[in-house]
C-alpha cells in the first residue's frame, strides 16, 4: 500500500519501493517516478527553506504501458501541510490553549505573530470533525464532566487514542495516513 506519510528515516525506503507500487490515480504498477521536493518554511531551518516532502510522477510519456500523468506527495509524518509550524509545535499550542485557555499566551513558546495563532485556531477548529472521525475508529472519545468545549474533548480524544506516542498528531498522520489539518 501507498504511504502519504512517513518518518524522515523511512522516507528513502519509500522511495525506493514506488516501481513495486501502484499509481493511487491509475493502478498502474512500474510507472511512479521521483518528480521533486517539496519546500518550504520550517520553524526548525530559518536559513532557508527545508525539505518538506517529496512529489512523485506518475510516468505518461512512454510509448507501452503508459501512466496517467497524475502527481501526488509523500510527506515527512512531522511536517503539516500549509503551515511553517512542525507536529510537535502544534501539539504543544494546542495543549496550551486548552490548559492556558488562551492562544496569545499559548503562543509565545513559539517563534510566530500573534496572528497566526487565530489561523492556526481556526484551521483546528473547522478539522475537528474529520479528525474526530478518524479518532472514533481507534476509541470512543473519554468522559469530559467538567468541559463542554469541542477543542478540548477533540485534545483528550487525541491523547486517548494515542496514549504511548510523545505527539498525538504524528502518531495520526502516521497511522490514518491523513492530513492532520
Known sequence: MLKR???EDELHR????LKLTA??????????????????YDEANTDGKAARARRVFCNNRRKHGS?????FTI??????????????????????VVTLN???????GLSLAPSSAYRIWNRFRHGQTK?????????????????????TQTVAHLEAAFPDDGCPIVAFQKRFQSSFT
Open 14 to 17: 519509500a522511495l525506493l519501493d
Open 102 to 108: 488562551n492562544k496569545s499566551t499559548a503562543l509565545r
Open 131 to 151: 479528525i474526530r472521525s478518524f479518532l472514533f475508529r481507534i476509541c470512543p472519545p473519554p468522559q469530559l464532566t467538567n468541559s463542554d468545549c469541542p477543542a
Open 23 to 40: 499509481c493511487p490515480h491509475c493502478g498502474r504498477v512500474g510507472t511512479l517516478n521521483l518528480h521533486g521536493w517539496l519546500r518550504g
Open 75 to 96: 510527506w515527512i509524518v512531522d511536517k503539516l501541510r500549509r503551515s511553517c509550524l512542525g507536529a510537535q509545535s502544534l501539539w504543544k499550542f494546542l495543549k496550551g
Open 67 to 71: 501512466g496517467c500523468g497524475g502527481t
Open 5 to 7: 506519510y512517513v518518518p
